[in-house]
């Protein structure tokens, strides 16, 4: 259960910000390189767990850290992207082809 804190705790944090808690899934991975946490939500819940500009997401990475500190152990957290990525409305809406784009240029 010692070695299990940073999980149980990052698991608490998530299901606290999002909407659909049961979805919630962490996995731990330990290897040389330290601890690999890796959370994986609801796709309509990255917006919530990333928050503006990632500030979300790197409060929850600092204090997962500072848990590992206090274990010896070096945490990193991996957000893990919905299946699918970033499709084109979340890369910014409509894409144009090159012909487009050069028409609107005024040369």
Avoid: C
């Avoid at 919905?82 to 409305?89: I, S």
């Amino acid at each position: 259960m010692a070695k299990d804190k940073d999980l149980d705790f990052v698991e608490f944090i998530v299901k606290a910000i999002v909407n659909k808690p049961d979805d919630v899934t962490v996995t731990r991975q330990v290897d040389e390189m330290g601890v690999l946490l890796s959370v994986k939500v609801d796709p309509e819940d990255m917006g919530l767990l990333i928050g503006r500009q990632g500030s979300t997401a790197k409060a929850i990475r600092t204090l997962a850290r500072i848990i590992g500190m206090r274990n010896n152990a070096r945490v990193n957290l991996r957000i893990e992207e919905p299946e699918g990525g970033r499709g084109p409305v979340a890369a910014g809406g409509k894409t144009k082809n090159v012909e487009d784009v050069m028409g609107e240029l005024d040369m």
